[in-house]
């Protein structure tokens, strides 16, 4: 079975700072598709970024960047010029490409930017 | 408007009693699911429907069960609630296209069982 490690229970980080927050995986899969998804206070669960395994570039949505490790199945979010508005939980999450697949969620990690 | 909703966003009610989450989307997706949010344990998985006539069981399905009405509704119900229940809920939908896989949430449903 699929696991979704995130060691960070929680962070923080200046306004303005870069911060990176750390995801592990476990699969025997060799395509899948990993995600960053936001959970602000409002609650609602945002889409942050999404990797599709057989890519070899690293995904970036404007301030929003991974670093994707195949091998050490790794899947790392970088937040630069880190805002106000990034204080979030901050959750990973895991699907295999096969029909029937579904979503694996991390436990998440609380980001705090302070300003 | 939003994608996807669900009703109600709170609701407290007491042990033993029967409730429905209901769940609709606008966005045309074969797909959708139910998850419960815990503090330090993420969302899991309740249920999930990859069409109409599809329903199956989740990790936690345990003491819940689904209806899907049509393939835009999705309703969760707690047969006798309990007050471990107490959590956050979220419906989900995605729809397969080629090879990507992208699931949106609801904004949330959240339950006290006093």
């Known amino acids: 079975a699929q696991t979704v490690t995130q060691s960070q229970p929680e962070m923080s980080v200046q306004e303005a700072e870069t911060v990176t927050l750390s995801c592990t995986y476990d699969?025997?899969?060799?395509?899948?598709?990993l995600f960053w998804y936001k959970q602000p206070p409002s609650r609602q669960m945002i889409l942050v970024i999404r990797q599709e395994a057989y890519k070899q570039q690293n995904a970036t949505e404007n301030r929003f960047s991974v670093n994707f490790q195949k091998a050490a199945k790794s899947f790392s979010l970088k937040i630069s010029d880190s805002q106000l508005g990034d204080t979030a939980m901050y959750f990973c999450a895991f699907v295999g490409e096969e029909y029937g697949q579904n979503f694996v969620f991390g436990p998440g990690t609380r980001l705090s930017v302070l300003p | 408007d939003a994608d996807v909703t669900q009703t109600p966003r709170n609701r407290i009610t007491k042990t033993g009693k029967r409730i429905m989450l209901e769940c609709s989307q606008t966005?045309?997706?074969?797909?959708m699911y139910w998850y419960r949010q815990d503090p330090g344990l993420g969302l899991r998985l309740i249920y999930y429907s990859f069409d109409v006539k599809d329903i199956n069981k989740g990790e936690i399905s345990d003491g819940y069960s689904v209806s899907r009405q049509a393939q835009a509704k999705f309703s969760l119900s707690l047969e006798s609630a309990i007050p471990n229940q107490t959590a956050l809920y979220f419906c989900a939908t995605s729809d397969l296209k080629g090879r990507e896989e992208t699931q949106y949430f609801g904004p949330g449903t959240r339950l006290l069982v006093l």
């Open positions: 699969t025997s899969e060799n395509n899948y598709y």
């Open positions: 966005k045309g997706h074969d797909r």
